[in-house]
């Protein structure tokens, strides 16, 4: 599995706090749920999704 | 002392004939114990009667009503439903006046975000699905029945209560003219979601129940659209939940429109509400058409069966045995299946040709079915109507994506309701070659009808028996032959149909025999319900016995 470099993750980073910002609390979770559709089709393996799921739900 | 109400109900399409009740032999001093009693007089107590009188049983059916059903209810009869109801002998009435259709919409913010096309073969007579109100598919069925003498109908007569012995069951039924014991060997409960006998009985359904409340309303209103399943995701007028539209015979269209939590049937029903409700429906879609309301409901959504539907001599069948989510046409489309499942098997035991093993597969047959639409229905629920914040959150984020991105939309398929296929039976053959087929319905599947000629299939030359297709340009051999025969002298039904040429079906370009993986020999031994119970390459006199004896339920 390909991984991100710094600069990259950074990048990301930045990239979804604006997002987050921008569509507001309301439609937070909303765009979260679209957002993890979109990229598991794009990475299409279900068994790496779901261990991502499992990681996510870890120490919060 | 049960006094029916005997008024017509009310309709702006549909007239309704009262069926009076009739003094029975028991009130006046004849008692005696019928071989089947069957509660209910909807589609599946009707099916389930005329079903076991094509078997020359004859059925008492108990209805506490004096009219059929008020309003639509069932309204999308399956392609398998059509052709149970052939054999029952209502299909052509069916088709005069039903509406088919096989093309579903879902639309969201405006736009068909999903299309789905039901397949139809050119060897089926019967379109995938078919509208029509469930009063009419039940004049349909209790004027066959009164056609029939081997059916009597028993009107305005309310079960109080049931009893069960090990040979036989009493019902306690109430009428006009007083109380009287009914008793019989077979009692089979078609009495509805809400059965009396079930609840006397105290059984416990198994499953879910879902929060999600449904207003189902009929409205006559002039909408120039086809026929085809229309369902609303997440519109302005009632945020977060679904409606769904549907066109139906005489000019009535069925709105099915989802409540939001909270509310009470009593408020949702209340005509201020419906009219704005409609109206905003009818607003969105851009109809302006004048409606009146000819009937409405509420509905709950609920995924569950009984765990067993033979109780001593007491058997459950349709929504008496399980409740079923109306989303994928999954009711009466079911029931259909359990009246076809059980009435042959009841009709062997009684003539003495079936054995008690082959009724409890009844049983073990049919839960599993429901089981198994249980599962995909829940599937359809979670979409349609979401039981919690998650479902609900991945639902939005479906539909939200389902504007631009294709990957997303066959979420929307409704998993419409389809045939059990039987491949796990006790009545399957132990030793045939079902696993060579390349081709053509293995066992446990309903046969795959064959267009014959112009009007002319299959199913339309099956009768109230096991059938044999036997595929060869020769003549049968004489043991296949003698081994019917004796089956026969047994008081076994079973028919051979031969395919092939000079033979009953002529099979001139091959069609029937390459639909089946068939070479001269080769045959399918199929259970009086249409189902394949063995299909062997080349077949053999013994191995024909053998199956039909383990489709009997006396195998090992």
Redesign the interface.
């Known amino acids: 599995m390909s991984q991100l470099g710094l600069a990259e993750l950074e990048a990301v980073y930045d990239a979804l706090a604006a997002a987050i910002n921008q569509v507001g609390t309301e439609q937070e979770?909303?765009f979260l749920?679209?957002l993890v559709?979109?990229l598991a089709?794009q990475l299409g393996d279900q068994t790496q999704i779901e261990q991502a799921i499992t990681t996510a739900l870890r120490d919060l | 002392m049960y006094i029916p109400d005997q008024t017509p109900r009310h309709s702006v399409y549909y007239n309704y004939s009262i069926y009076p009740f009739q003094t029975p032999p028991e009130l006046r001093g004849t008692t005696q114990t019928y071989p089947v009693v069957i509660v209910g007089a909807g589609p599946i107590g009707l099916v389930t009667a005329l079903e076991l009188a094509r078997y020359n049983i004859p059925v008492q059916v108990i209805s506490a009503e004096v009219q059929v059903s008020h309003g639509s209810r069932a309204i999308v009869f399956t392609r398998r439903s059509m052709e149970i109801l052939q054999q029952v002998g209502i299909a052509e009435r069916m088709l005069a006046t039903a509406y088919p259709w096989r093309s579903g919409n879902s639309i969201y913010r405006g736009q068909r975000v999903f299309r789905l096309e039901a397949p139809h073969d050119e060897d089926d007579r019967f379109q995938p699905l078919n509208n029509l109100q469930q009063q009419y598919v039940e004049q349909y069925l209790i004027e066959q029945a009164q056609l029939n003498p081997l059916i009597e109908l028993r009107w305005g007569s309310q079960v109080m209560g049931v009893t069960s012995f090990s040979e036989h069951a009493e019902l306690q039924i109430d009428t006009p003219e007083g109380e009287y014991t009914l008793s019989c060997n077979w009692l089979i409960a078609a009495d509805g979601a809400k059965s009396t006998i079930r609840q006397v009985l105290g059984l416990r359904m198994e499953g879910a129940s879902y929060r999600g409340r449904f207003v189902i309303a009929d409205i006559k209103i002039d909408i120039p659209w086809p026929t085809e399943r229309l369902a609303y995701f997440d519109p302005d007028w009632n945020r977060g939940n679904t409606i769904l539209m549907h066109r139906q015979p005489e000019g009535i269209w069925r709105l099915d429109y989802q409540l939001p939590p909270n509310e009470t049937p009593e408020q949702a029903l209340a005509p201020e509400s419906l009219n704005t409700r409609i109206q905003a429906q009818l607003d969105m879609v851009g109809v302006t058409a004048p409606w009146e309301l000819d009937w409405c409901s509420v509905y709950s959504a609920r995924a569950m069966t009984l765990p067993d539907y033979m109780h001593d001599r007491i058997i459950f069948t349709g929504d008496a045995a399980h409740m079923l989510p109306i989303f994928g046409v999954r009711g009466a489309n079911t029931g259909f299946q359990d009246a076809q499942n059980l009435a042959w098997k009841l009709a062997m035991l009684l003539k003495g040709i079936g054995t008690p093993k082959l009724l409890t597969t009844y049983s073990s047959e049919r839960v599993t079915a429901a089981q198994e639409i249980i599962a995909e229905a829940s599937k359809s629920t979670r979409f349609m109507a979401p039981p919690d914040r998650g479902f609900r959150?991945?639902r939005?984020?479906?539909l939200?994506?389902s504007l631009t991105?294709a990957?997303?939309r066959p979420l929307f398929h409704w998993r419409t309701s389809r045939p059990h296929d039987y491949h796990d039976s006790a009545l399957n053959a132990l030793q045939d070659d079902n696993a060579q087929f390349t081709a053509g319905p293995a066992q446990g599947m309903p046969l795959q009808n064959i267009r014959l000629a112009d009007n002319d299939y299959l199913f339309d030359h099956l009768g109230a028996a096991f059938h044999v297709l036997y595929f060869t340009d020769q003549i049968v051999p004489v043991a296949i032959l003698d081994a019917i025969q004796t089956l026969q002298h047994t008081g076994i039904p079973i028919q051979l149909l031969t395919i092939g040429n000079q033979q009953r079906f002529t099979d001139q370009d091959g069609h029937f025999a390459k639909r089946y993986d068939a070479l001269t020999g080769s045959a399918y031994l199929v259970r009086p319900d249409q189902h394949v119970c063995a299909r062997w390459k080349s077949l053999s006199a013994d191995q024909l016995k053998a199956a039909i004896y383990q489709a009997l339920g006396q195998g090992a």
């Open positions: 979770s909303l749920t679209k559709l979109l089709n | 959150l991945l939005d984020a479906v939200s994506l991105q990957f997303v």
